[in-house]
């Protein structure tokens, strides 16, 4: 059964830095990209980045562009999302997902429980 | 971006209805599209993949149709457990982007 699980979810000051991580199990994790998507209260699902199976490649929204950095450790099962200079937007329940099997980025098969993060003075 | 435009925003069914949603996009995305159910306070499930490719262990009375920039979600017989709210995903290129959901309600 895959399970993928979210921690590191906390409240931070606007301009502040945090980093996410989900532990993955249950599948071959290295063959399979994985998405970060966020949803912020009351608002649509919104993705945020995307990670080969190697974690060669990654793509970002634009507007985490520059700010964010989506890497895994693939001997451990782990993913991170490092946040840099958050802002008051970024404030959102954020999931880690496991794309469909063959897929470089696209739909999203199985999705952590999230985590919260809050950006506020 | 391609935007992801559902309609309706909130659609009002009863036991046993045959309900359908619709989402359109800004441009052709080919079939390149997965709906998910998400209900308060968890994390969205998918339910089909590739506008009409029904995810394993999804009840066969959700069904989906489409390509180009026009699909449909269409639930039939829809069980007290549907009542949730959908989203449509397009994954033309990595830029996916999602609808802005449709709440499906009890009458």
């Known amino acids: 059964e895959v399970q993928l699980l979210e921690s590191g979810g906390a409240l931070v000051q606007p301009g502040g830095s945090l980093r996410l991580s989900c532990a993955a199990s249950?599948?071959?994790?290295?063959?399979?990209?994985m998405n970060w998507v966020r949803q912020a209260p009351g608002k649509r699902l919104e993705w945020v980045s995307t990670?080969?199976?190697?974690?060669?490649?990654?793509y970002y929204a634009d507007s985490v562009e520059g700010r964010f950095t989506f890497s895994r450790d693939n001997s451990r099962g782990m993913l991170y999302l490092q946040m840099n200079s958050l802002r008051a937007e970024d404030t959102a329940v954020y999931y880690c997902?496991?794309?469909?099997?063959?897929?470089?980025?696209?739909?999203?098969?199985?999705w952590g429980q999230g985590t919260l993060v809050t950006v506020s003075s | 971006d391609i935007q992801m435009t559902q309609s309706p925003s909130t659609l009002s069914a009863s036991v046993g209805d045959r309900v359908t949603i619709t989402c359109r996009a800004s441009?052709?995305?080919?079939?390149?599209l997965a709906w998910y159910q998400q209900k308060p306070g968890r994390a969205p499930k998918l339910l089909i993949y590739?506008?009409?490719s029904l995810e394993n262990g999804v009840p066969s009375r959700f069904s989906g149709s489409g390509s180009g920039t026009e699909f449909t979600l269409s639930i039939s017989g829809l069980q007290p457990d549907d009542f949730a709210t959908y989203y449509c995903?397009?994954?033309?290129?990595?830029?996916?982007?999602f609808g802005q959901g449709t709440k499906l309600e009890i009458k």
């Open positions: 995903q397009q994954y033309n290129n990595y830029m996916n982007t």
């Open positions: 990670i080969s199976g190697s974690g060669g490649s990654s």
């Open positions: 441009q052709s995305i080919s079939g390149w």
């Open positions: 997902a496991k794309v469909g099997r063959g897929y470089s980025y696209g739909y999203m098969d199985s």
């Open positions: 249950g599948f071959a994790f290295t063959s399979f990209a």
């Open positions: 590739k506008a009409s």
